[in-house]
């Protein structure tokens, strides 16, 4: 008989309604997620070992999780208009992002080292070191809101344009936005 349950666990979280959104592994090995409504960033150990570290600004609306390149986990901080980042210790650092309507939505590791994100609101793509410097790059479609980003197999990031209904690309060495349109919305063609 199968059984739909075989090798899956579940935990519970302590706080009250944390909604845990996105999830990540760590430089530590345990599970890190950011925790929308709780206003935490929550960390699961294998063995179930559950910890979690409230963010210094109330209602910063955490997005996203990632792990960092420099042994840290970096986090979107979309209503507050931050970039946090956590070490496996439990030390939060924020950066508050230029453009000031910016909301920054999904983060990846780019290439070069440093953490990318798409700026919602800010219709552009983020940038910022381990040190927190930060560049922007405006999407040539306005009112676009990028949303998803991700490294490319050419050294190139890739993200979606959830309101132009278009797929970008950025080079990192320049900042170079190429764009292309979506197909429209409809039934997806068949494949033989």
Not at 2 to 8: E, R, V
Not at 51 to 74: F, M, N, R, T, Y
Not at 159 to 173: C, H, L, Q, V, Y
Request: glycine share 12%.
């Amino acid at each position: 008989m199968h059984n739909p349950n075989a090798g899956f666990t579940e935990y519970g979280l302590q706080s009250e309604n944390p909604a845990p959104l996105c999830i990540t592994l760590g430089p530590d090995g345990a599970a890190w997620f950011v925790e929308v409504l709780g206003n935490k960033i929550g960390r699961m150990a294998l063995d179930g070992t559950f910890k979690e570290k409230s963010v210094p600004h109330p209602s910063s609306g955490l997005e996203h999780i990632v792990s960092g390149p420099d042994g840290a986990l970096w986090f979107t901080e979309e209503d507050g208009n931050r970039i946090g980042r956590i070490t496996t210790r439990g030390v939060i650092t924020e950066f508050t992002v230029p453009t000031r309507s910016s909301r920054p939505d999904v983060m990846t590791v780019g290439p070069d080292g440093a953490m990318w994100f798409a700026e919602n609101r800010g219709n552009k793509i983020g940038r910022i070191t381990t040190s927190g410097k930060f560049m922007e790059y405006p999407v040539p479609t306005p009112s676009s809101d990028p949303a998803g980003i991700t490294t490319g197999p050419d050294g190139a990031l890739w993200f979606t344009e959830f309101m132009a209904n278009k797929i970008g690309r950025i080079t990192i060495s320049d900042g170079q936005i190429a764009e292309w349109l979506s197909r429209p919305s409809g039934p997806c063609p068949r494949t033989s």
